[in-house]
């Protein structure tokens, strides 16, 4: 997390070329970790990860692309959206359901460049990062039976795995841009001198910066504490849980420091050439990316009502 | 010292207007960052060393 941190510093998610290959393919076949995440983590195979569909966004169960076994391939088709990077990837992990059967959710391994992988829409969206979000028909692909990540059954329980890493990404991704805006902040409001002071004089932007300061202490406190509890052998369930909490957190928090710096640069802040200028449009999707803070308060709800108040609250 | 620190300044940083402007890095500026992100083991810091990662936690 600290890595994701240091180089989310850096606009147009320019992160992502600090290579993170999907958690997940740790569960393959000693095979296919030869074949896919060695290369992967060197950097000569790019995979992509494609989950969202039409119906189907935080409601993982709305899967409808189906895989269907005919002789020694599967046979898929379906639709997907946000498919992010996959125009470009060397492998795609896609979320099925096998034989239109939703109790049996898995993933496969697929070439996007396959015949049949068609991406309809190239959509434009406010972070300019070079990689796109594709929206893609799947139509009769063929996929060796071998290609698939873990068993028949098991895609979703491998996809929130991937959710627990990609969410706190996403917080230490807020805290990295909270982070280098109010350092941006600061140093401009000891500069900018109005009225014979510098604004960081006036109290009003003095306690802007102090309420940032503490924004961003405080959420990087709960993603560093949550992360050595993971790291101390958290249970799956908990892990889900707190992920998501915190990620709600940073990424709220993120946004709330990074608008109170654009405030404190004033007309200069909105100059696309001012770092601050992009970090807004940045951490501004935090809040949206691999569910909306909406959806971590009903995943958070739900925990506190399946295992009690304790999961969040009940630690010394 | 904090892994991954400096890295952005030196060898992102340089690039983010030219991104933001075009909405793409030349091939040959995205294979210097691939260098320096191997130069730095920033590569796949989630995955265990016997993989080819840099064997540090997920979280």
Not at chain 1, 154 to 181: H, Y
Not at chain 2, 20 to 48: G, K, M
Request: aromatic share 8%.
């Amino acid at each position: 997390m600290i890595v994701n941190e240091e180089v989310a510093k850096a606009t147009g998610a320019l992160w992502g070329r600090v290579w993170l290959p999907p958690m997940c393919l740790k569960d393959g076949t000693r095979e296919q970790k030869e074949e896919i995440l060695r290369p992967a983590c060197a950097g000569k195979v790019f995979v992509a990860f494609c989950t969202s569909e039409p119906g189907a966004g935080s409601d993982a169960g709305g899967v409808r692309t189906s895989a269907v076994l005919r002789g020694n391939h599967w046979v898929v088709n379906g639709e997907k959206c946000f498919a992010s990077f996959s125009e470009g990837a060397d492998l795609a992990l896609l979320t099925t359901i096998v034989d239109s059967d939703p109790k049996k959710p898995t993933l496969l391994i697929i070439n996007p460049k396959t015949k049949g992988y068609n991406i309809k829409r190239l959509p434009s969206f406010m972070q300019r990062s070079g990689h796109g979000h594709p929206e893609v028909d799947i139509r009769d692909i063929k996929v060796p039976a071998d290609a698939m990540l873990g068993e028949v059954g098991q895609g979703f329980e491998l996809t929130k795995d991937w959710f627990v890493e990609a969410r706190l990404a996403i917080a230490a991704r807020s805290i990295g841009m909270a982070i280098r805006a109010t350092e941006l902040a600061e140093a401009y409001a000891a500069k900018r001198v109005q009225f014979g002071r510098p604004i960081g004089d006036f109290q009003a932007i003095e306690f802007m910066i102090t309420e940032m300061a503490a924004d961003i202490m405080t959420g990087k406190s709960m993603l560093y504490r949550v992360c050595a509890e993971i790291d101390g052998g958290l249970d799956r369930k908990h892990a889900h849980a707190k992920a998501s909490a915190t990620k709600w957190y940073c990424s709220e928090a993120g946004w709330r420091v990074v608008d109170k710096a654009l405030q404190i640069f004033g007309e200069r802040g909105a100059m696309c050439e001012n770092p601050v200028e992009r970090l807004h449009r940045d951490v501004r999707l935090e809040r949206i990316c691999e569910g909306t803070s909406e959806i971590q308060k009903v995943i958070i709800g739900g925990h506190i009502r399946k295992r009690g108040l304790d999961v969040y609250t009940g630690w010394s | 010292m904090r892994p991954g620190a400096g890295f952005a300044e030196k060898h992102l940083f340089p690039h983010e207007e030219e991104l933001d402007v075009n909405d793409h890095l030349p091939e040959e500026t995205e294979e210097a960052i691939r260098q320096a992100v191997r130069d730095y083991h920033l590569n796949a810091v989630n995955h265990a060393v016997e993989w080819g990662g840099q064997g540090r936690s997920s979280s």
